[in-house]
C-alpha cells in the first residue's frame, strides 16, 4: 500500500477541493468535507456523499446538519501505485461526489467523466 501521512493527504485534499473549478464549488452550501480511513461497513469505496441533492431540496431550515462528502484514506491508498495517482484519484473522487451533491445520477457522472 502506498505511504502518505494522514497530514500530508489532508493537504492532497485540500489541494484537490482548491482545483476544483468555480461553476462547481459555487453551488457547494452547507457541505462538509471528511476523511476517514475506511468506511464502517468494510467497502472499498473511495468516497461517498450524504445528504439531499441540490434536485432534492429547497433550502436549508434552521438547525439542519450540514451535507457530508466523505473521502476513505486507505481505500484510496490502496487503489493508487503513487502519489500523481493518488493526487489524481482524489480530484477525480472530489468531482464525483460533489456531482452526487449536485444532483447528478451515476451513470451521467461516468458520461460526463467524472468518476
Do not use: K, Q
Not at 457541505?31 to 434536485?55: K, N, Q, T, W
Not at 466523505?70 to 495517482?85: G, K
Amino acid at each position: 500500500m502506498l505511504e502518505v501521512s494522514p497530514e500530508e493527504f489532508e493537504s492532497m485534499v485540500s489541494d484537490g477541493l482548491d482545483s476544483l473549478s468555480d461553476e462547481m464549488l459555487e453551488h457547494l452550501d452547507n457541505v462538509i468535507f471528511l476523511i476517514e480511513d475506511r468506511p464502517e461497513d468494510g467497502s472499498d469505496i473511495l468516497g461517498v456523499y450524504e445528504g439531499f441533492s441540490l434536485a432534492e431540496r429547497d433550502t436549508y431550515g434552521y438547525g439542519e446538519e450540514p451535507d457530508r462528502i466523505t473521502l476513505f484514506r486507505e481505500n484510496l491508498l490502496e487503489h493508487c501505485e503513487d502519489v500523481d495517482e493518488l493526487s489524481r484519484e482524489i480530484r477525480i473522487t472530489l468531482v464525483h461526489e460533489v456531482g452526487h451533491f449536485l444532483g447528478i445520477d451515476e451513470a451521467r457522472i461516468h458520461e460526463l467523466g467524472w468518476g
